[in-house]
């Protein structure tokens, strides 16, 4: 005797085929736009003298824990696959280089069709706040170089709230002030700061302390003073530091003796002299010391390699 399968499975069953084939039309219009957008903006950017870097070419699928620039590499996908139906299908780009490029504020609102975007350089680009602030959908971004630009606290400011999670800034210019110092503070697994020509003071620097992963603090041509490396040096995790045309003395590289994982230490262009670094010694872990146009002394970089034969010291008297 044959068993009759009831008329309501065939309808159930149709329904759900229908309503899985719709969303997966949708979601093929979806990708399919998503692709011709990545595409166009890729486009432009190599036409302004850009460059771009996908994820197959910066992450090893065999090791997700190791980085590195693999520019021969291709996506995971099966050649023939890509082949059909194009690659970037099998690709996000993740590296945007638009450094001394003349793009503008309004061009740089298509960068928003690159949401997987981690690393982008605009350094010495003419872009100002308006174009940081037409940047809504970029919060996956790791890395932001923004040197010589026009912006100013007001682009930090946004950043800190699309992009929290930042792990390297690079920013200047005199439109960067205590108060931008204070929306830096914000990103709290930055591990990389490079400020340079920045209208900052000695008590917008104790906005940083609040950054405890600190590793890497880069300050240059600002008017910082002894009393800013106060607030340097609460920075404990901190393993490379630039002091660079600054406006610190003796009395300030004295205190840096309290940063006791400090493995790299450059100043340049700033009054110290000898006493100013016998202090140093105590900088059980420092590897490399460069002391350009300073007071310093030979005599005193030859007691200092002698104390610290683990340190490559290198000293550049003033000219």
């Not at 997700?64 to 021969?72: H, Q, Y």
């Amino acid at each position: 005797m044959k068993t009759r399968i009831p008329r309501r499975w065939f309808q159930f069953s149709l329904r759900t085929f229908l309503i899985a084939l719709t969303a997966l039309a949708v979601w093929l219009g979806i990708e399919v736009n998503r692709v011709r957008r990545q595409r166009e903006a890729v486009a432009a950017i190599l036409a302004a003298g850009g460059k771009v870097l996908y994820d197959y070419q910066l992450y090893d699928y065999q090791n997700v824990l190791r980085k590195s620039f693999t520019p021969d590499a291709e996506p995971a996908a099966p050649r023939w696959l890509r082949k059909i139906i194009g690659e970037d299908f099998f690709r996000d780009v993740i590296d945007v280089d638009l450094n001394r490029t003349h793009i503008t504020d309004e061009w740089l609102r298509r960068l928003n069709d690159l949401p997987k975007i981690e690393n982008l350089n605009l350094a010495y680009t003419p872009i100002t706040d308006a174009g940081i602030e037409s940047l809504a959908k970029l919060g996956c971004l790791k890395r932001v170089t923004l040197d010589e630009t026009r912006v100013t606290d007001r682009s930090l400011a946004h950043l800190a709230q699309v992009s929290p999670e930042l792990t390297m800034l690079g920013i200047g210019g005199p439109g960067v002030t205590d108060e931008g110092l204070s929306e830096i503070a914000r990103f709290e697994r930055l591990q990389k700061l490079f400020l340079s020509n920045a209208a900052i003071t000695d008590a917008g620097l104790r906005h940083l302390e609040k950054l405890g992963e600190l590793e890497l603090l880069w300050l240059a041509v600002a008017p910082i003073t002894d009393r800013g490396l106060e607030s340097v040096t609460r920075l404990h995790q901190l393993k490379r530091l630039f002091l660079l045309e600054l406006q610190v003395s003796d009395a300030g590289v004295q205190r840096l003796d309290a940063m006791p994982f400090l493995q790299r230490l450059a100043i340049t262009q700033a009054p110290i002299t000898d006493a100013g670094v016998e202090r140093l010694k105590q900088l059980k872990w420092l590897r490399q010391l460069d002391l350009h146009d300073t007071h310093v002394t030979d005599a005193a970089a030859a007691d200092l390699a002698s104390a610290m034969p683990m340190c490559k010291i290198t000293t550049v008297p003033p000219p």
